[in-house]
């Protein structure tokens, strides 16, 4: 069974610091993984994709690794901004069941 | 902003009532999943239809249910409401036959069962 974590849960920086988000998976036979935005009782927002053949996936101030062998990924959000403030969620798809497997999410916020 | 239309945003039903919740898929997609994120959760996965067709399910009793339509928009329905069944609840569009197609979701109900 696929299970996915996301350490820390939440995380508080200065505007302008580096914002690094870090999952991990427990079964490295997927497809692809996705990260997503979420704002407070709002839905998802695909930030990123990163096909299981890939290395590192980028979009701006935004930049997300895979290392497959060792089940984890990272975002790295550069520079920080009070906008950046919300939930930040991983999630991994497998052929198996047809369905994305989410961690728990990491809180965010950005202060002024 | 996606193509991903749900509706209604925000609903509240009695314990015991039913419910159907609705969803628009993002043009050119042909598979819509349901998702149910609790308070503080990420979200779990409930089902998928495809060709209006059941095409996975995850961990949730026979009372939820759903329908795709032919024009790929979709249908959740949960019937014996229980208080634990409040949520928000998530759609996604995405395209089946896509090895690493991306998945978009709508901006949610969120149903609170008193």
């Known amino acids: 069974k696929q299970e996915v974590t996301q350490i820390p849960a939440a995380l508080s920086v200065p505007e302008g610091e580096n914002l690094v988000l870090n999952c991990s998976f427990t079964d490295s036979a997927i497809y692809n993984l996705q990260w997503f935005r979420q704002d407070p009782g709002k839905g998802l927002t695909s930030l990123l994709l990163i096909q299981s053949s890939q290395r590192e996936q980028t979009s701006g101030r935004l930049n997300a690794s895979l290392d497959k062998s060792s089940g984890r990924s990272t975002l790295y959000i550069a520079a920080s901004q009070p906008g950046d403030s919300a939930t930040y969620l991983c999630a991994v798809f497998k052929a198996a069941g047809n369905k994305l497997t989410f961690g728990g999410g990491t809180r965010v916020l950005v202060k002024p | 902003e996606t193509g991903v239309t749900q509706s209604p945003t925000h609903l509240i039903k009695t314990r015991g009532q039913q419910v159907t919740l609705r969803c628009s898929s993002q043009s050119g997609h042909n598979t819509v999943s349901w998702y149910q994120q609790a308070l503080g959760q990420g979200p779990q996965f409930i089902f998928q239809y495809y060709r209006e067709e059941e095409n996975g399910r995850g961990n949730f009793p026979p009372r939820f249910s759903g329908l795709q339509f032919p024009n790929y928009s979709s249908e959740l329905n949960v019937n014996a409401l229980e208080l634990d069944d409040s949520a928000l609840y998530l759609c996604?569009?995405?395209?089946?036959?896509?090895?690493?197609?991306?998945?978009?979701f709508g901006q949610g109900t969120r149903l609170t069962v008193v």
């Open positions: 996604a569009s995405s395209l089946m036959g896509v090895l690493n197609t991306e998945a978009f």
